[in-house]
């Protein structure tokens, strides 16, 4: 992670998680994560959201800046067991709905 990632992160912690999770939820959703084929390996992101995922994994409540909006904190791909909470925002966002 280079310099302005370095800040980049640092800001999203500040102002992007508002609520956290147990570490033992944040553990099975990094884990989820690290296997996934959409981990950007390089920047430790998710290439679907955008999320850091360290920060994304502990977060219960987060801000996402692209949709100007607090959000409970899911999965985009519903991998985390998350698959409604994912749908409820695609629906919203006028997007495909994903099979359950």
Same mark, same amino acid.
């Given at each position: 992670?280079?310099?302005?990632? $370095? ?48 920060? $994304? ?9 692209? $949709? ?10 519903? $991998? ?21």
């Amino acid at each position: 992670m280079n310099l302005f990632q $370095k800040a980049l992160h640092l800001a999203a912690k500040k102002i992007i998680v508002k609520e956290q999770v147990t570490p033992e939820v944040s553990s099975e959703r990094y884990n989820v994560c690290m296997t996934c084929d959409k981990r950007d390996e390089s920047l430790e992101k998710c290439r679907v959201c955008g999320c850091f995922l360290d920060l $994304k994994t502990s977060s219960a409540v987060n801000w996402n800046a692209m $949709k100007g909006r607090n959000e409970i904190t899911h999965c985009p791909l519903g $991998k985390w067991g998350d698959v409604d909470t994912a749908n409820m925002y695609r629906q919203m966002d006028g997007a495909a709905t994903l099979n359950t």
